[in-house]
């Protein structure tokens, strides 16, 4: 520990000041001249979390401007309901638009519920804005964005972000805007990216096959959200493409996610044997043991990932048993209705990398918390 009246250098300050909110960021460097160095240099600002519900004036004072040039990786809270909030995120993404030399990271994310028939017109022409003036972005991640995403946005990217490496473009929409082909575009333009979150209505065969071809370079998660209309009238992807894709991103990890929206036969459409799912999340208005005996089956070496919105049923409770005795690999599994003592058993059993697990005996009071595994 320092003693009273000894400064600390300023590197020991920068990490201090690195895990403050803006605010007292903006508060410690008016201390004193060593504290604003330390508060302002880049180590501070390479990667920066705002919350507009939180950092009261929310934007920085003029004094600080400058320090938006620092700022590589933003992750922005905003909530779309409170104007203030909402103002201050879209002025922000602003006058971060064109920086030198500009954001390689950009997570979005809304708090609470957003108004009614709002579509978000000022946030989403903030993002455009972004992406038209910041080709070095290398991530940007819109899955927790309530409001349509459309084809105008992805060829926005396509066409200013040719390094991207990371896009999620599932969020929670009831619309499904982004088209195949839009995303076909975004493949060829973006040859580096190897992460993306998509509808499954945006997702083609054609586009598959561009990242099965033998030039492309390594592909390693591909996120895909069933919760629109559009998505359970998609067209399905073929067993064959999924099974040319394997073979050329042997490391591919395939999250699913399959809401009320999609039908029993729609589901059956989805899920292909050859397809490497490592994440599955079910919260299906119809059958929920097929699926999951079809993951038990064709998903055993590749499932880490698995969590269930059912009814409890016995059928369910053995669906759940056959699973954990074929996926030794799981690490997760979470299940929110009640369940039979035998089926903990199972996972505990047969799953020696389980870390954590939801599987209530009995009706207990909400929110059901994990239990962690040591």
Known sequence: MAEPGEQLPEEVLALIFRHLPLRDRAAAARVCRAWAAAATCSAVWHDTKVSCDCEGEG??????????DHIHNLWLEFEPSRERSRRVA????????????????LHLECRGEKPLFDAGRDVLDAVHAICRATPALRHLDLQRLPFTLDDALVLQVAHGCPELRSLFLNNSTLVGSVGPGSVLELLEACPRLCTLG???????????????????PPFELLALRCACPEDARAPPLPNEAWTALRHRHPGLVVEVELEPALSDESVTCVLQPAMPVAVLRLCLSGDTVGPVRFAAL????TLR???VRAAASAELDAALELLAARC????EVHCFCVVRPSVLHAF???CPRLRSYTLKLKREPHPWRPTLVE
Not at 198 to 216: D, M, Q, T
Not at 328 to 331: E, I, K, Q, S
Request: proline share 10%; net charge positive; glycine share 6%.
């Open 328 to 331: 030794p690999g799981l690490r």
């Open 305 to 307: 990932v698995l969590e």
């Open 298 to 301: 064709h998903y055993a070496t």
């Open 348 to 350: 505990r059993a047969h």
């Open 198 to 216: 998509l509808h499954l209505a945006s997702l083609s065969h054609p586009a598959l096959e561009v990242l099965a071809a033998p030039h492309h």
């Open 90 to 105: 879209t002025e922000l993404l602003t006058a971060l638009a064109g920086r030198t030399p500009g954001l390689r990271g």
């Open 59 to 68: 934007m920085l004072p003029p004094y600080l401007s400058s320090c938006l």
